[in-house]
């Protein structure tokens, strides 16, 4: 597999279609971040597109003073929090909208017994809602951290702030949301 | 809540010096205030790292690809126009540079002087052409007649176009 550098440089030289396995190998981080920071699946799979095709536009202006990933989760990250701003009165729901199947988030099977899985379920709805009800600073640095699976250094390169603000922002999440789930857990 | 307690915060963060912590761990033993605290920290970083990530669908790739290949399109059309304005622009500075810019002007003089005469003329055309509808269609005692007639013509060319139009179809 070659590196993004490398497909970059073939997209930049007029093969399009390389685009593709940048848009493949990024697509699951991007569409997860956006989706748990907006709340709405639906909305999340129409922004994340939104998001390759800037990125794509806007290819010719990327540096490779970060990696690519930080550079479009830059990306991401300006346009969910535009799309935030517009929607603010509505509260954020972490199921998706709509009665349509397609539209809500698919997860895969988790393997745990009936009554465990039950458990299990109540639980992560609990945290779940709560990580939905952060304030967007919080939510953000939760999400990449623990659902993306970003590493400090990555977060705040893309944040534009001290690695020691963002592991201080983290801590705080962690904080208020262990006051929030303090009877459900 | 005793000094050593205050360092629970510290302990999460992982920030405490090898000596604060390992006292620390010693206070959790029978401080079950700080121990509880712990336990809930952990229960609430273990939950986090559960968050199922949501499934893309496998036509997403295709979805972004064929609007990246629309907006080349579209950014294609923009080259095109720009070109052909270019170009206009480019042949008219050398037009003008040729016949002179005295006769370009006067030139322009005559053509927004037609253009003028002509929308005078069209006005007066639909001015005289209202005028005569209202004189025909105004308070009359055989305007049902009138209409009569134009509904008929009207129907006529309508069934004929429509059988003109099932001829073409079949």
Request: with cysteine; net charge positive; charged share 25%.
């Amino acid at each position: 597999m070659c590196g993004d550098a490398k497909v970059i440089e073939r997209v930049l030289n007029g093969d399009t279609e390389a685009f593709g396995i940048l848009v493949k190998r990024y697509e699951k981080q991007i569409v997860n971040y956006i989706f748990r920071m907006i709340g709405s699946y639906q909305d999340a799979l129409e922004l994340s597109q939104e998001v390759f095709l800037k990125a794509y536009i806007a290819l010719g202006s990327y540096k490779s003073d970060y990696s690519f990933s930080t550079w479009l989760f830059r990306i991401a990250r300006n346009r969910t929090i535009d799309f935030i701003r517009k929607k603010r009165p509505e509260t954020v729901s972490m199921e998706g909208k709509g009665d349509d199947d397609s539209m809500k988030p698919q997860y895969s099977d988790s393997g745990l017994r009936p009554d465990e899985e039950f458990e299990r379920k109540r639980i992560q709805l609990a945290v779940q809602k709560a990580v939905s009800m952060l304030d967007p600073q919080y939510r953000e640095v939760i999400i990449m951290y623990h659902v993306d699976g970003l590493k400090y250094e990555e977060i705040s390169a893309i944040l534009g702030l001290p690695i020691g603000t963002v592991k201080n922002r983290i801590f705080r999440a962690r904080k208020i949301l262990k006051e929030m789930l303090e009877g459900e857990l | 809540m005793n000094k050593v307690c205050k360092l629970l915060e510290r302990y999460i963060e992982g920030t405490l010096s090898e000596e604060k912590e390992v006292l620390f761990e010693n206070h959790l033993k029978y401080c079950l205030n700080c121990k509880r605290e712990v336990e809930l920290y952990r229960k609430v970083e273990d939950n986090l790292n559960l968050i199922p990530s949501v499934k893309v669908p496998d036509v997403f790739k295709d979805l972004v690809m064929e609007r990246v290949r629309e907006y080349r399109k579209k950014l294609i059309g923009w080259y095109i126009y720009g070109s052909a304005v270019t170009i206009f622009l480019l042949l008219s500075f050398i037009g003008i540079y040729f016949i002179g810019v005295s006769k370009v002007i006067s030139s322009f003089y005559f053509l927004s002087k037609s253009l003028c005469d002509f929308a005078q003329s069209f006005g007066l055309a639909v001015f005289t052409i209202s005028a005569s509808l209202y004189n025909c269609f105004g308070v009359g005692r055989f305007n049902w007649l009138i209409y009569l007639f134009l509904f008929s013509i009207l129907s006529f060319v309508f069934v004929r176009s429509v059988k003109s139009f099932s001829k073409e179809v079949r």
